[in-house]
């Protein structure tokens, strides 16, 4: 007999991985609780046993829903966030109320109940590294973050770590880099450039394209957490990332070749505010500790097998496809 898991989120796109993950991998049960904004589909859960997973449609900052949950489970992994930078710099509203307001919710429910938290983060609470610095992100890594979304997310990192000082709270944090795979909304890069190729629109790039993203398959980042979940230290942060460094320019133009065009049919569009350069993880940590290691170690395959999920999948995605491409065409992007 397995636990009961909660997994905040879990119809967003890394949430609902994690909790394909979790029925592939264990016998765990999951309930799932997310407000299924914009970004959250019903959808990505199809298909999975009834009798171990349940969703349950609600606000994480609804203190009163939260505090029932906590007392049908063993263990917390929670997502449930506002996750897109874009939208952070179009209206930051949203982001204080969930990443702030809807962890603190969280956190006093789990002190109540005393129960297992893990709380999931970004490496971008770390801010940017210089294209030329061979340095990465660690665990002591200042908090410097550049954004609305990057900001509310490191105080909702502190207040984790508060909660586990101050209150007891058995908490753990991770902080992963940029996530690519199945069920990711096409407001995202990649997820963006294959379905406008797919739909006949020239990809669109940020500014130069230099900036340097460090890529990890949602399903490494989802064994990640079951083993923080299973092994982790109270108390402690550990960096997730399977030494994925690649400059968007060369992701685009590997869409584009991986799709059959022309690597160069893309256009260069206006740059975000505030962009952050280059992000790196060293999860020396988390490997040597906890004897994690990636599976996903080909970037091209994982990729070609992404493009071939939304070659496969366009009944999920095309609702949203329209409505994206208008919001970012008013910023000229
Ligand atoms: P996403 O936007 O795809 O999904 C977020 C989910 O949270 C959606 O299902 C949404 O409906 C739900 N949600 C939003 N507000 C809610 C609320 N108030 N109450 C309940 N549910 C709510 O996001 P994602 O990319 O899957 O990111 C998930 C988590 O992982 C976030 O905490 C994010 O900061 C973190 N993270 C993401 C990445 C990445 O590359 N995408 C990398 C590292 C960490
Ligand atoms: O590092 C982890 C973070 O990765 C997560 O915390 C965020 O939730 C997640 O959204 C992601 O943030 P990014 O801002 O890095 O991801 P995004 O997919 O928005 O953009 C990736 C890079 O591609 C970034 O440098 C901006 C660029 N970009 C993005 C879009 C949508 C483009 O060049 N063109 C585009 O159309």
């Known amino acids: 007999m397995g636990r009961r898991l909660l997994v905040t989120g879990g119809a967003g796109f890394i949430g609902s991985n994690f909790v394909h993950h979790v029925v592939e991998h264990t016998d765990d049960e999951v309930i799932v609780l997310d407000k299924l ?18 969703l349950v449609v609600g606000d994480i900052a609804d203190a009163a829903l939260v505090d029932d949950l906590f007392g049908r489970v063993d263990a917390v992994v929670h997502y449930a966030a506002e996750s897109h930078n874009d939208n952070s710099l179009n209206d930051p509203r949203p982001f204080l109320d969930t990443n702030i307001v ?15 938290f893990h709380h999931i983060s970004t490496d971008e609470v ?10 990465r992100f660690t665990e002591s890594t200042p908090y410097n973050p550049s954004s609305p979304y990057s900001s509310t997310k490191a105080g909702s990192d502190l207040l984790v770590r508060a909660w586990v000082r101050s209150f007891g709270v058995q908490a753990t944090i991770s902080n992963c880099s940029n996530n690519y795979g199945p069920y990711q909304h096409v407001e995202k890069f990649i997820p963006r450039q294959i379905t406008n190729v797919i739909r006949d629109i020239r990809p669109k790039l940020y500014g130069k394209g230099e900036n340097v993203r460090d890529w990890i398959h949602a399903d490494d980042h989802s064994s990640a ?97 329209d409505g994206v491409e208008a919001f970012y065409a008013t910023k000229g992007q």
């Open 37 to 54: 904004t914009y970004a959250g589909n019903r959808a990505s859960l199809a298909g999975l046993p009834e009798q171990r997973v349940e």
């Open 102 to 116: 809807g962890t603190y919710t969280l956190l006093e429910a789990a002190r109540r109940h005393g129960t297992r």
């Open 126 to 135: 770390y801010g940017d590294l210089e294209l030329d610095d061979p340095a």
């Open 225 to 321: 957490v079951l083993t923080i979940l299973d092994k982790g230290e109270i108390g402690q942060t550990y960096l997730i990332g399977a030494d994925g460094e690649k400059d968007n320019k060369t992701v685009v133009e590997l869409i584009l070749t991986l799709m059959g065009q022309p690597a160069d049919a893309y256009d260069h569009v206006t740059d975000r505010a505030g962009h952050d350069l280059r992000y790196a993880i060293d999860s020396t940590k988390l490997r040597t500790e906890l004897g994690w290691q990636p599976h996903y170690r080909d970037f091209e395959a994982g990729l070609a097998a992404t493009i071939d999920w939304y070659r496969a999948h366009e009944d999920w995605w095309a609702p949203a496809k």
